[in-house]
Each structure stands twice: as C-alpha cells, then as structure tokens.
C-alpha cells in the first residue's frame, strides 16, 4: 500500500483512504470495519457528519478483532464552519476526539475556508434561508487555533479542505506550522492541476474526494475512456479512476458501502503510461461539489 510521507515528519499519510460520509448509523458501523479488514489504514472522518461515535467504535472493534496497533491507522477528522473562532476550536476538538475515542489524530483539517456563525447550530440561517457567515474571524485566526493543537501534541499534522489556490498561499505564506494535507474534489473532470502542482512543490499532499465522481451518472465510472481502459487492463472503471489518482502523486478518499466494494477499491494496481496519458487527454471538465464556494456541504444527508 502507498504512504505518503508528510511534511515536517509528521509521518506517512496511506494513499487509499476511507472516507466516512455515510448517512446511516449501522452502515456507517459496518462499512468501517469492511474497509479495515479489506485493508484500508486511512479514515476520514468530520465533526459535521454527524457519525465519529460510530467511526470510533467500528474501528475499536476492529484493531482489537485484527489485532491493529493504533499506530498502524491514521485517522483525520475536521472542524466545523460554526467552530472557526479560535477559543472554540480547542472544544471542538476534544469532542471529536472523545466522540472517535481516540488520544490523538494523525491530521485535522479545517473543513471549509467559510466560518458561519459561531455556535452549536452547524447550519446557521436567516429568516430568508440565507447561511450566515461570521464575518469577525479570518481563516489566519483559525489556522493558529490548529496550530496551538499541534505543538500541545494532540494532532500530528493539520491541513485544510474545500479551498482554492489562493487562499491555500496566502494561509502558506503566514503559516508557522505549514498545511501538510488539502483535501479537495478531484477526479479527471476536476484534476486540479494548478492545485497540485503547488501543493507538489510545498511538499503538501493532495487528497482528493470524489475520485469516482461521487458515483453520478452519467458520468465518470461510465466515461468511454475509462470503461475502455478498464476492459484492456481487466479491471473496473473505479478501480482505473482510483489507480490513476495514485499514480499522480494524490491520495484519495472513496466510500465504500459493502465489504465487496471495500475489496474492489483496495485492490488496484499501477496502470500502464498510455492508459494514464488517455485519461489526462480528457477534456471533459465538471465540479460535482459547490461546498467550495459558499461552505455549505453538498453531499451531506438532511436530518442529521
Ligand atoms: N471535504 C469535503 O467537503 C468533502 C465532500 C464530500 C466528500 N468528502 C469525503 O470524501 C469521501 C468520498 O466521497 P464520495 O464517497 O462521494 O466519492 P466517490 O467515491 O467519488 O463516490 C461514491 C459513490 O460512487 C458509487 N460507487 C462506488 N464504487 C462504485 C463502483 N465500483 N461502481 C459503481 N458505483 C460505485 C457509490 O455508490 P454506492 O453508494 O452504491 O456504494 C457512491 O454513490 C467521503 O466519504 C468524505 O469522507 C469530503
């Protein structure tokens, strides 16, 4: 399995990651424990879906039953839009880490670059439905928060999601302890070349969600190039469209419901060159997620 190494030692980051966006409480139980049996080392959790309880316990289930070291997973999760202000954060995270069960986090990110309102509503609005943002916080003042985390030891290594290149600067330029991770949507219709290649050249790992273009259709898995390749290498279009984020140098977050698909998406291998330039030659171009520009998930399940 691939690790990627972070920056300043913060250790290796697995390249297949699981993320844990899973509306039902039992799947969410279930599914954790078939991606750790299948082989997945990487869980990608958030304060906003609502579920680090059962994340928690699925995964204390299951380094017991496999007899996993806590050191051989690395675990993620995220702050939350209405805990931006700096005296929040510290609580913010000491809840998702008591909810996790866990003594420290291998990485924490900042869930979106938008702070709403501060307070225990997640999805603050007005009278017209309009989000409410907080407009006396700055994402400067947020990062430090993260920061004091890191030098107190209760997290390895801090990053954000859901942000754009220039803000990704301007947060590098005054950082003291510089963002190891930024997780964003990326797929072939959204490689982020720009993104990456800033990221590559700051020593910054690009982790990307929706690598299977969070399974729309039309769409992705479905793509004439990649069922093509597919065919030729004798593998499934998710298993191409994981294998190809790799081999550029991301790593990636897919969901896996089943134990079945858990196996299907830790089993892939390198791809050859031609197949990897066939699906760079794509010019299809499609953001699926608009939580990058107003903070408001896309793909997050009503009622929880
Ligand atoms: N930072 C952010 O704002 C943000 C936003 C969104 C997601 N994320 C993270 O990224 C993770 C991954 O996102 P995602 O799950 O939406 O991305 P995804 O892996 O691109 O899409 C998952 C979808 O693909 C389908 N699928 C998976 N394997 C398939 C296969 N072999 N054949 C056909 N369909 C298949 C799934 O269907 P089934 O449901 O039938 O399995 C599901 O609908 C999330 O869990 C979360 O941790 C982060």
């Known amino acids: ?51 680090e309880r059962e994340v928690g316990r699925a995964l204390e289930a299951g380094l017991a039953a496999g007899g996993i070291p806590r050191g051989d997973i690395f675990v993620t999760t995220k702050l939350w839009n ?6 929040r954060v510290p609580p913010a995270f000491e809840a998702s880490l008591e909810r996790l069960g866990l003594n420290y986090l291998d990485l924490y990110l900042i869930h979106t670059p938008f702070a709403f309102q501060p307070g225990d509503d997640q999805d603050p609005r007005d009278q017209n439905g309009n989000v409410l943002y907080d407009r006396a916080v700055t ?25 754009g290149l220039d803000e990704l600067k301007a947060i590098y330029e005054s950082a003291r302890i510089k963002p190891s991770v930024v997780q964003v949507e990326s797929h072939p219709y959204l490689p982020e070349t720009e993104l990456l290649g800033f990221c590559k050249e700051k020593g910054i790992v690009l982790l990307d969600f929706a690598p299977l273009g969070h399974g729309m259709k039309p769409g992705l898995l479905e793509d004439p190039v990649i ?70 998930p896309g793909f997050i399940p009503q009622g929880r």
């Open 227 to 296: 069922t093509a390749i597919a065919a030729r290498v004798g593998k499934t279009p998710a298993q191409v469209l994981l294998a190809w984020a790799v081999e550029r140098g991301t790593a990636l977050l897919t969901t896996p419901k089943s134990a079945a698909r858990a196996r299907e998406h830790f089993d892939i291998s390198p791809l050859p060159q031609d197949a990897l330039d066939e699906i760079n030659r794509i010019e299809t171009r499609q953001r699926l997620n608009e939580v990058v520009r107003t903070g408001v």
């Open 82 to 87: 209405s805990n931006h202000r700096p005296e």
């Open 139 to 163: 994402l400067l003042d947020t990062w430090k928060a993260l920061e004091s985390l890191v030098d107190h030891g209760k997290c390895r290594a801090i990053g954000l999601s859901d942000i």
């Open 1 to 51: 399995m691939t690790r990627i190494p972070l920056n300043h030692g913060a250790g290796k980051m697995p390249a297949l990651g699981f993320g844990t966006l899973i509306p039902d409480p039992a799947v969410t139980v279930t599914a954790t424990q078939d991606a750790l049996e299948a082989g997945f080392r990487h869980f990608d959790c958030a304060e906003r879906y609502g579920n």
